[in-house]
């Protein structure tokens, strides 16, 4: 469990003179010396504790927000070895310059390597407390959100199966159809097939927790296909993806969701047509916006409202980064973040 910051800050309180002490007590090695000189070695001593505790905290907590992905681990832990090495040894020289302009010798001539080194250890025992409370923290909470998307992916599946029809006698319906329909209407075998596609990937996608973003894609242009069968030009959809993103993460049918979002809140006529555009940031998320031209109250009364909050949700167990819903009188965006493949 993640340290609280009261108890946290407990720790640093006591750990702090403790460790000073100790070192006090080894210094003497159980010899009685003055107490004003005691006093005075407690005070070098405590002044190292606190600066090398401190100060390696900042680093750690630092570089966990710098690199807070999972991923990014072995980087963060190579940056913050080397970071806390050098810290120590710079603070251990500077500790030690800071005394002597007060007459106060901390170590002769020759020996600052030695206690720089030695001042290492107590670095270590420091990081690796933070780093194992954190590591377990992780773990817990991964552990939490892996049993959470078990659950919801069950909730989901459940409800599926209470409202599905039979897949195979949709399909062998719609194989029906097919021959039903003269060979020269392409129009109409084009979309009995983009249907079976939509059709299709819903079942096969309900059992992953992602796929990739070419996937989602595919199906999301089968999706658009039907509605421009029904809205003709009065829809207009603008994809910009680079290549490079094709692979990344999106959890399931999360941008078909904004699509019919899009459809289902907004007027789409000849004389406000609507503009869907989907693209890829610098800042690796997937962007879907569009033009407001909301319907009236009456037909926005229909729409349950738990579509974007559900892909909040279904986020929210996958990665850390929050999907961001944004509004303005003229423009409505929600950007979701690609996840590492």
């Not at 905290?57 to 690199?67: E, K, N, P, T």
Request: aromatic share 10%; net charge negative.
């Amino acid at each position: 469990m993640r340290y609280s910051f009261s108890t946290e800050r407990i720790i640093r309180l006591i750990g702090v003179p403790v460790i000073s002490f100790i070192s006090l007590a080894i210094y003497y090695d159980g010899q009685a010396g003055d107490l004003a000189d005691m006093s005075i070695s407690f005070l070098v001593s405590f002044t190292f504790t606190l600066s090398l505790w401190e100060g390696n905290r900042a680093i750690v907590m630092g570089l966990r927000q710098a690199y807070p992905h999972s991923e990014q681990t072995a980087r963060r832990l190579f940056i913050e070895v080397i970071s806390c090495v050098a810290f120590t040894v710079a603070a251990t020289y500077a500790i030690d310059i800071m005394f002597g302009w007060v007459g106060h010798t901390v170590c002769e001539e020759g020996e600052h390597w030695a206690m720089a080194i030695s001042n290492l250890i107590p670095t270590a025992i420091v990081v690796s407390i933070y780093e194992g409370a954190y590591f377990f923290s992780e773990w817990v909470k991964n552990l939490k959100r892996a049993e959470t998307l078990a659950k919801e992916n069950i909730r989901s599946q459940f409800e599926a199966l209470k409202s599905q029809l039979d897949p195979h006698f949709l399909f062998n319906s719609m194989n029906t159809l097919a021959a039903l329909i003269e060979p020269d209407n392409t129009d109409a075998q084009k979309y009995l097939e983009q249907l079976s596609d939509v059709y299709r990937y819903v079942l096969l996608s309900r059992q992953k927790e992602t796929v990739s973003l070419e996937e989602e894609l595919d199906f999301v242009q089968s999706y658009i296909f039907l509605n421009k069968t029904r809205y003709r030009d009065n829809l207009i959809v603008e994809n910009d993806i680079p290549e490079e993103s094709l692979n990344r993460r999106v959890a399931p049918l999360s941008l078909q969701i904004l699509v019919e979002n899009a459809l289902k809140h907004n007027v789409i006529s000849k004389d406000k047509p609507l503009t869907l555009r989907i693209t890829v940031d610098r800042h690796g998320y997937v962007v879907v916006e569009n033009n407001v031209q909301k319907k009236n109250i009456l037909e926005m009364e229909k729409s349950t409202k738990t579509g974007l909050q559900n892909i909040v949700n279904r986020y929210a167990l996958l990665t850390p980064n929050p999907v961001e819903i944004n509004q303005s009188a003229e423009l409505f965006s929600v950007r979701i973040p690609l996840i590492a493949s």
